[in-house]
């Protein structure tokens, strides 16, 4: 029987490689991009594409409620932004505590109740980031640090509360991906030492393997050479 994975942000630079490669793996893909955006941005009769505003709680329940049985989730749903401690406002925190921290709580808390009620064992894979893991890293994008960390504690605490559930959480921790708003923001750097999306893709689907299922409480870093 052909397995099923929801991925939110699917029309993203990392949602897209996560798609494409669990497409390609033989997966049905239920595909959950914001209200308004294109819903064409892939086509495959594997596919199917929701449209749901992550940061609403009830929204986002009842659209993953909505979609079916599911075996997993991919939550890559986030944003990025530059900023020192002494130039960041707390608008910009709550801006990125809403877009990377919100839109993971709502849509892990739907996927884990979800496959709960169907007494369905399961993977949710959220995506973290280096900076949330080293403070020198942070410097010059801490509020994206601090909503990035509040996310790798959000993949341990659905760990305590999935034992015996046969659920777990994984979350991902890149350092720079190489996407096109990321090199317009810093055109000087060395791409080469970057993250390709497809690489971390590789990764997530890993954990969805035979082999890759029996880690558990897993934080991935994948830095390249950045």
């Given amino acids: 029987m052909k397995k099923t994975i929801l991925v939110t942000g699917a029309s993203g630079n990392l949602g897209q490689a996560v798609t494409r490669k669990f497409l390609k793996e033989g997966y049905q893909v239920k595909g959950f991009i914001a209200p308004g955006s294109n819903p064409d941005f892939m086509k ?9 505003d992550l940061m609403d709680e009830e929204e986002t329940l009842k659209a993953i409620e909505g979609v079916g049985d599911f075996d997993g989730a991919v939550l890559t749903v986030g944003g990025f932004g530059m900023g020192s401690f002494e130039n960041t406002a707390l608008e910009d925190v709550n801006k990125m505590y809403r877009l990377n921290f919100q839109t993971a709580y709502n849509s892990s808390r739907a996927a884990f109740k979800a496959l709960k009620s169907k007494g369905k064992k399961g993977q949710i894979v959220l995506i973290g980031a280096r900076p949330a893991l080293e403070s020198s890293a ?86 390249n050479e950045s």
């Fill in 138 to 223: 942070a410097k010059g994008v801490v509020a994206y640090a601090f909503s990035k960390r509040l996310v790798h504690y959000l993949s341990d605490v659905i760990n305590e509360e999935s034992k015996d559930t046969g659920i777990t959480s994984s979350v991902i921790m890149p350092s720079l991906i190489d996407t096109p708003p990321n090199r317009e923001a810093m055109p000087d750097a060395d791409f080469d030492k970057w993250v390709k999306p497809e690489t971390i893709a590789g990764n997530i689907h890993h954990l969805f393997t035979e082999s890759g299922k029996a880690l558990r409480e897993t934080v991935l870093k994948v830095y």
């Fill in 44 to 52: 495959d009769e594997n596919l199917e594409v929701y449209e749901a």
